[in-house]
């Protein structure tokens, strides 16, 4: 099973990018999906953490400190598809970002190493720059 995260690009600082994470053939429904991202650099690090929507009425989302208020996830699951929308982007956020599960429910916390996940795949580039 390999995650495909798209709709990354060339955005000006301030601007705003909506990344996809999809994953044919898999039911992303059921498990908490992950968004890292490495800068030019810099280690992976995570981002963000929707969990499992099944089973429950709300979805508990997780962001790192430097994203909050800016970055917001969302799950459609008619489209097996989890959103990654990205606003006030700012140079800073210039990096490859991937989505990945390690195929729990739950998140467990955006400390989780990326190559620790189950299942992940290629990432998309996103460049804030003007």
């Known amino acids: 099973v390999q995650l495909q995260a798209s709709g990354g690009g060339l955005v000006q600082p301030g601007g705003s990018l909506k990344l996809s994470c999809t994953a044919p053939g898999f039911n992303l429904d059921y498990y908490a999906i992950y968004w890292f991202r490495q800068a030019p650099g810099k280690e992976r690090e995570g981002v963000s953490c929707?969990?499992?929507?099944?089973?429950?009425?709300?979805?508990?989302?997780f962001y790192v400190d430097s994203v909050k208020g800016r970055f917001t996830l969302a799950r459609d699951n008619a489209k097996n598809t989890v959103y990654l929308q990205m606003n006030s982007l700012n140079p800073e956020d210039t990096a490859v970002y991937y989505c990945?599960?390690?195929?729990?429910?739950?998140?467990?916390?955006?400390?989780?190493?990326?190559?620790?996940?189950?299942?992940r795949g290629k990432g998309t580039l996103v460049t804030v720059s003007s």
């Open positions: 929707i969990s499992s929507g099944i089973g429950s009425s709300n979805t508990a989302t």
């Open positions: 990945a599960t390690d195929t729990l429910s739950n998140c467990r916390g955006l400390q989780q190493s990326y190559y620790g996940m189950d299942f």
